[in-house]
């Protein structure tokens, strides 16, 4: 028997058959294994599948409300903020247009001499950042007057005094 096995490994032919049939067993046995592996987990997904794909799916939808509400807080936060600013710069805006009608009416009558010199923009700026945010009418009748000052006389009126105004008001 031997001399049978030795024959049939020296035997190319042989060889050939033997590794045809060896493979072929090897995939038998591979299918084999990846039955026996399947075999638990579809088990498990018959078992345990359903209640975990419910959870799975509770879970997500919790999620997807979760992030929906905070959405919702965001998306009112920012109307609230939107109003606000919209609320504060059009009270700034009626503050700045009742200072220049006060400065308008403030205005000497045709003829008087007005300096050539123009009025610094870093001064408008800073006399609006003083005072848009004041509403007295008063204090508009006042700052108007010397904002018609400032365009006949540009130079003429010191910040420092700005400051000193505002915080008389």
Known sequence: MADDENKSECNPTAVIASTIINSQAAEKLADAIRGLVQLPQNALDYVVGPARITKVNAARAEATVIQARAQAEIEKIRAETSDFV???????????????????????????????????????????????????????????????????RPGSFPRRTMRVLRDLE
């Open 86 to 152: 919209l609320d504060r710069e059009m009270r700034k805006t009626l503050n700045r247009q009742a200072i220049l009608s006060e400065a308008q009416k403030a205005l000497p009558p045709p003829g008087t001499h007005v300096s050539d010199e123009t009025i610094s923009p870093d001064f408008v700026h800073t006399f609006f950042d003083e005072f848009d945010g004041i509403s007295d009418p008063e204090v508009h009748k006042i700052i108007g007057k010397l904002f018609t000052g400032e365009v006949l």
